[in-house]
């Protein structure tokens, strides 16, 4: 089992930047690629961003691609999303999540986290 806690959302201007952060225990954290994943009221969940278990590899949705990036520090168990230029439709609940392999698909991650909410306001 993985346990993942995300951290870091909020309320912030049509503009501005956020670092969201997802903080692991349970098993090996850097056996695992980790996924952002984020759902906006009424939507289904869409991928976001996703790091291999290295951090060589990175993936990112068309829509946050030069704004969003992901990063791992695997001495504290920990993947993070800074997230900059941020616009209203960024509004979401952002969840982490990690799996075997990274990529876009929800279907890859095997452990979820509760989300936290980030509000973009214009």
């Known amino acids: 089992q993985v346990q993942l806690v995300e951290s870091g959302g909020g309320l912030v201007q049509a503009g501005g930047s956020l670092r969201l952060s997802c903080a692991a225990s349970?098993?090996?954290?850097?056996?695992?690629?980790m996924g952002w994943f984020r759902q906006a009221p009424g939507k289904e969940r869409e991928f976001v961003a996703a790091?291999?278990?290295?951090?060589?590899?990175?993936y990112y949705a068309d829509s946050v691609k030069d704004r969003f990036t992901i990063s791992r520090d695997n001495g504290k168990n920990t993947v993070y999303l800074q997230m900059n230029s941020l616009k209203s439709e960024d509004t979401a609940v952002y969840y982490c999540?990690?799996?075997?392999?990274?990529?876009?698909?929800?279907?890859?991650?095997?452990?979820w986290g509760q989300g936290t909410q980030v509000t973009v306001s214009s």
């Open positions: 999540a990690a799996g075997v392999v990274a990529g876009p698909a929800a279907g890859q991650y095997h452990y």
């Open positions: 349970g098993r090996t954290f850097s056996n695992y690629a």
């Open positions: 790091i291999s278990w290295s951090g060589g590899t990175k």
